[in-house]
Structures are given as structure tokens and as C-alpha cells.
């Protein structure tokens, strides 16, 4: 299906800059506001490449024009977006999507990335850990981390103590 310049540039006529449901976190007309069927992010830049929420018209902002207004005028306007949209632009400062939820590829890019930084994350946790418990360690502290087996070894050892406890009681 092919989705007409015209039906697009009509459809960002009715985005309202008040509604923060109708855009982005860049500021881009959100797709699923414009409530065309298989349209995508790329569609909307080819049709109206400099319309954004300060910008809601199909002309670039008097102030962000060159001197020419030729096509390449984009290449040093950094209020425009562009056609690949660069991980800064898909991801909003909380590591989450801020585009619409129609281009897949998107989506799973922000996923990968969202596991990559927990991963990291948990390592530096561990690190960070293992550094406390080493300080810990050297200063004598009561506080020093027990892993799992033998937090496990600590309870059988207590659960056969109450056994025997309780056994003892019965004779």
C-alpha cells in the first residue's frame, strides 16, 4: 500500500501542539496520531521534512533556512529530523521508545540496547559489591555477604539442631 504525500500532509494538519499524545519526545508528529494504517516514521520525514512541534508547518523556520533553500539544506539543521534517525533521537533519556510503536526494527534495537546497559549495569553491581565485601573483610566488619549455599548451609544446620532438640525432649 502506498501512502500518498498528500494524505500525510493533511493528517499533520490536525496535530495539535498542545497535546503532548500527538508527538514525540524530539518533538516529531507522533505516527499513531496521524491514524494512517502501515505509515512509518520515513514517510512522515519525506513528506514534511521540517515539521515538528516548534515547527508545525511544511516550511522550514524563516530563522533555520539557508541562503539557498535548496534540498541539502538539512545537512546543518539540527531542528530537522532526519530519515535514519540516530539512537539519540529513538531513545528518550530513560532508555525507553519515544517514537510511535509501528517500525519493529525500532523496537527491537531499544530492546537490545535496554539489555545491554542492565547487563552492564549488573556487572558494576557485582563489582561494586565485591569491593564492599573485600573492604568489609580487611576492616573487620560484621557485615560481610554470605552466598547462597551458605546461607542454605546455615539453615539445614539449624533445621537438624531442632530436630535433635525436639528429640531429645520426647525421651
Request: aromatic share 2%; glycine share 6%.
Amino acid at each position: 500500500m502506498t501512502i500518498e504525500k498528500e494524505q500525510i500532509l493533511e493528517a499533520l494538519q490536525t496535530l495539535d501542539t498542545e497535546n503532548d499524545e500527538h508527538w514525540t519526545n524530539q518533538g516529531l508528529p507522533a505516527v499513531a496520531a496521524l491514524g494512517i494504517d502501515d505509515l512509518k516514521r520515513k514517510d512522515i520525514t519525506e513528506a514534511a521534512p521540517h515539521f515538528t512541534r516548534e515547527n508545525p508547518a511544511f516550511e522550514p523556520k524563516e530563522d533555520d533556512e539557508n541562503d539557498g533553500g535548496d534540498e541539502d539544506a538539512n545537512e546543518g539543521d539540527n531542528n530537522a529530523p532526519s530519515e535514519d534517525p540516530t539512537d539519540d533521537d529513538i531513545l528518550g533519556g530513560d532508555g525507553t521508545e519515544d517514537t510511535d510503536l509501528g517500525d519493529r526494527d525500532v523496537l527491537v534495537k531499544n530492546v537490545e540496547k535496554a539489555q545491554e546497559a542492565v547487563h552492564t549495569a549488573n556487572a558494576k553491581l557485582t563489582a561494586a559489591i565485591e569491593e564492599l565485601d573485600d573492604f568489609d573483610i580487611l576492616n573487620g566488619s560484621d557485615r560481610v555477604r554470605k552466598t547462597t549455599q551458605e546461607d542454605i548451609q546455615a539453615f539445614l544446620k539449624s533445621q537438624l539442631e531442632q530436630r535433635i532438640k525436639n528429640a531429645n525432649k520426647g525421651k
